[in-house]
């Protein structure tokens, strides 16, 4: 493989090709077809020197190494991952959709997650509220049940998405929240808010990151550049502006040096130069075609014109080492070759050997990457009119419109502060966390949610006969409730054991855990080769790291409530 590796690099070289992204795809597909994709790691290792800009490649030899605890090799392929990210755009672009998605996606499920943890936890003291309105019925407890169940589940019956049922179930319970239950209320509206906006980002992202990928707008190290469009690209949308467009033109000129159109390609070289910016890669590029095309003194301008400007790149330095060497100028080679030979090897992911560059290899400057965050967010100033009809819009806020999300986010988190404000100054009841009685108060719920028999610790109470019996037996009902809510909403019985921020951080991870999981899924059912390899090794990982997480909340709920009611003398089945 290694002797296969150099004669393809130095093709590479003949035609100004950075990377062929292509190849470890078509490596591995043949390895699953002859079943080796198990054995292929090595195989793909050489492989990576000729295509060092190959995101895929990079991300799966790390996978790999973090599963067979290769420390060394991993911290070289995060290098790697880093440099390929850094220099090419399409990847840049396939990695920002994925973060944004994965972000989006544990987003979700922390305000699902939060929502019905509130929802659950303010339950019992809403039935008993709503129950002061039914008190010439009787058994009024059963009427408030089914009048909290059925507003529980009107946006579901309704066809609400998830964040506009999270956003009006947490709007619902702020009366009754205690201050960190409220921050975890507020902190899942405000991320709602972040996934409306990631709809639009990635409504715009999208169809650019997939037409680069196909080899057309910004597909060039590895992918054919099509100039004229056909018909796939019909309603494509594609970013517009000067940074754009230059950007555009830088990719094309690539795209015609690879082809071997050398005088097309200089043309374009020479036309981003007078327009002026960041002239370093488009001299050096430049200068390459004119070497090919016999004009060497021209060349040699413009790789020092180039290194002047970026000393650090190493590119433009080992052209002109490599020109002085074929003219036998060997004083001036002899100069610049520590440079040259530095500058040549620190070009990360590119795993550039001097000793083996001995037949004038010289090498040319990748789109710059860089360039694309800039233009990427210049373009997300429409962001918002752009998310109003995105993909999260129709599937998450349904059915509140497009141009009211935010507005609707909004007065959820204004009224569950209003509704929080509202019932410091009126009675409403509030439940014992330790045994579950609902009492009567008004003001702050921290002073008044552990009742005074349970603060005395008299257990089932001073008197016996009915009423000891009663409150045992709402004891009872209370510890079945919080641990069946633990079970199906792990970290439940902290909330209730008073354990707010350190809930939050809980159902936080167990979020990113879901999140990672619903991204990763997708990814390797449909995506194939490398990222579908390794997307599916991920997403098992991810589910096996959410059914531990699950387990340790509901065991942690369990134990900490378990904890309250044994500090307050009402643990146990039998009091």
């Not at 239950?181 to 980002?201: D, R, W």
């Amino acid at each position: 493989m290694e002797r296969e590796v150099r004669e393809l690099r130095r093709a590479m070289f003949e035609h100004s090709i950075l990377s062929m992204n292509a190849v470890p795809d078509r490596i591995f597909d043949r390895a699953v077809r002859e079943g080796w994709n198990r054995r292929s790691y090595a195989s793909l290792r050489a492989v990576a020197r000729v295509a060092p800009l190959s995101v895929p490649l990079w991300s799966w030899l790390a996978w790999e190494d973090a599963a067979r605890f290769r420390l060394e090799a991993f911290l070289s392929d995060v290098v790697g991952l880093s440099g390929a990210l850094r220099q090419y755009a399409p990847g840049v672009l396939g990695y920002a959709v994925w973060v944004v998605l994965f972000a989006s996606a544990s987003a979700c499920w922390f305000a699902l997650w939060a929502s019905l943890n509130l929802l659950l936890r303010a339950r019992p003291a809403m039935t008993s509220d709503v129950a002061r309105l039914f008190k010439a019925l009787p058994r009024p407890e059963i009427f408030s049940s089914g009048i909290v169940l059925a507003v529980f589940a009107a946006p579901i019956a309704f066809g609400a998405g998830i964040a506009a049922a999270a956003v009006f179930w947490i709007a619902l319970s702020g009366a009754y929240l205690r201050r960190a239950e409220f921050v975890m209320g507020g902190t899942a509206i405000l991320l709602l808010a972040g996934v409306f906006l990631c709809g639009g980002f990635l409504e715009a992202v999208q169809p650019i990151a997939g037409y680069a990928r196909q080899g057309g707008w910004l597909g060039v190290e590895g992918y054919y550049y099509r100039e004229v469009p056909d018909s796939r690209d019909a309603g494509r949308v594609l970013p517009t502006g000067p940074q754009w467009e230059r950007m555009a033109r830088f990719a094309r000129a690539r795209a015609e040096m690879q082809r071997g159109n050398l005088r097309t390609a200089e043309s374009l070289w020479t036309g981003l130069i007078g327009e002026g910016g960041d002239l370093a890669d488009a001299y050096n590029n430049r200068g390459i075609v004119r070497v090919r095309l016999g004009r060497t003194r021209e060349g040699l301008a413009d790789f020092e014109a180039a290194a002047d400007r970026t000393p650090e790149s190493g590119r433009a330095e080992w052209n002109a080492y490599q020109l002085y060497l074929q003219e036998l100028n060997l004083e001036k080679a002899a100069r610049i070759q520590p440079a040259a030979w530095t500058g040549i090897r620190g070009l990360a992911p590119f795993d550039y050997r001097a000793e083996e560059m001995t037949h004038g290899e010289m090498v040319a400057s990748p789109l710059p990457a860089g360039d694309v965050w800039g233009t990427l967010l210049t373009v997300r100033e429409e962001g918002f009119r752009e998310a109003r009809g995105s993909g999260f819009h129709r599937l998450f806020f349904r059915p509140v419109p497009g141009e009211w999300v935010l507005a609707f986010l909004a007065a959820g988190g204004a009224w569950a502060g209003l509704w929080k404000l509202l019932s410091r100054t009126i009675w409403m009841n509030s439940v014992c966390r330790s045994c579950g009685a609902s009492t009567m108060i008004v003001g702050s719920r921290e002073h008044a949610d552990v009742c005074n028999m349970c603060r005395a610790q008299v257990g089932k109470g001073i008197r016996g006969g009915e009423e000891a019996e009663r409150r045992g037996l709402s004891i009872s009902l209370h510890r079945r409730y919080v641990r069946a809510c633990s079970v199906l909403f792990p970290g439940a019985g902290a909330l209730w054991a008073g354990k707010g921020f350190r809930t939050m951080l809980y159902g936080a991870l167990l979020s990113i855990s879901a999140g990672l999981f619903t991204v990763s899924w997708g990814a390797g059912r449909l995506a194939g080769g490398l990222i579908g390899d390794m997307q599916t090794d991920v997403w098992r990982a991810a589910l096996g790291a959410t059914a531990l997480l699950w387990l340790f909340g509901v065991a942690w709920g369990w134990r900490s409530f378990d904890t309250l009611q044994r500090d307050h003398n009402v643990a146990g089945e039998r009091l």
